[in-house]
T-cell receptor, first 117, second 115 residues
Framework: GAVVSQHPSRVICKSGTSVKIECRSL??????MFWYRQFPKQSLMLMAT?????????EQGVEKDKFLINHASLTLSTLTVTSAHPEDSSFYIC?????????????FGPGTRLLVL | AQSVTQLGSHVSVSEGALVLLRCNYS??????LFWYVQYPNQGLQLLLK??????LVKGINGFEAEFKKSETSFHLTKPSAHMRDAAEYFC?????????????FGTGTRLTIIP
């Protein structure tokens, strides 16, 4: 149980275009989802936290207008990288947690590798 | 603010040898500590977590970690390394073990197993 999927797994796009990444909790309802970004050989950096039905909370230094996050349902959150540039190329990982009453950690998706040309 | 420091970005051990990956934490509140493993091009998988119930925590794949408050450490060990253990390992800290609290990760340690 507690499987999180991401789609697509890899995406290549041209500079200036927008890319949408989906994060789904397959067998549980995720009240909270997190979006991380990981540069090569570096750690995961939290970008934002999203709760179903409310606006995402962005970490300091993350542009909310560039990285649009939508958590419209209890099983789906999307990250849209708007007007992507080569420096946005990275590995984007989402995680999801169930209702706060469950004392457990986050479940991570397999990640999406974005390459902006 | 919470943080973790992983000493050694690369660790190499021979197959069958002891694995020791170091993690030190800084936290103003009682910490909840985690070890995750990341295989190439995959997301993170939880190995184990410390939630104050016991200082020695046993996880999956034969790994364990010991919480030492006096040393502010949470080192990960495995008695005998296997080739399949080759991966990136991340230590993380949170101020809660509820899944909706954010995690702060260390910079990771890449473990290489020598045949």
């Amino acid at each position: 149980g507690a499987v999180v999927s991401q789609h697509p797994s890899r995406v290549i796009c041209k500079s200036g275009t927008s890319v949408k990444i989906e994060c789904r909790s397959l067998d549980f309802q995720a009240t909270t989802m997190f979006w991380y970004r990981q540069f090569p050989k570096q750690s995961l950096m939290l970008m934002a936290t999203s709760n179903e039905g409310s606006k995402a909370t962005y970490e300091q230094g993350v542009e909310k207008d560039k990285f649009l996050i939508n958590h419209a349902s209890l099983t789906l959150s999307t990250l849209t990288v708007t007007s992507a540039h080569p420096e946005d190329s990275s590995f984007y990982i989402c995680s999801a947690s169930r209702d706060y009453m469950y004392q457990e950690t986050q479940y991570f998706g397999p990640g999406t590798r974005l390459l902006v040309l | 603010a919470q943080s973790v420091t992983q000493l050694g970005s690369h660790v190499s051990v021979s197959e069958g040898a002891l694995v020791l990956l170091r993690c030190n934490y800084s936290s103003s509140v009682p910490p909840y500590l985690f070890w995750y493993v990341q295989y190439p091009n995959q997301g993170l998988q939880l190995l184990l977590k410390y939630t104050s119930a016991a200082t020695l925590v046993k996880g999956i794949n034969g790994f364990e970690a010991e919480f030492k408050k006096s040393e502010t450490s949470f080192h990960l060990t495995k008695p005998s390394a296997h080739m399949r253990d080759a991966a990136e390992y991340f230590c993380a800290v949170s101020d809660s073990d509820f899944g909706n609290e954010k995690l702060t990760f260390g910079t990771g340690t890449r473990l290489t197993i020598i045949p």
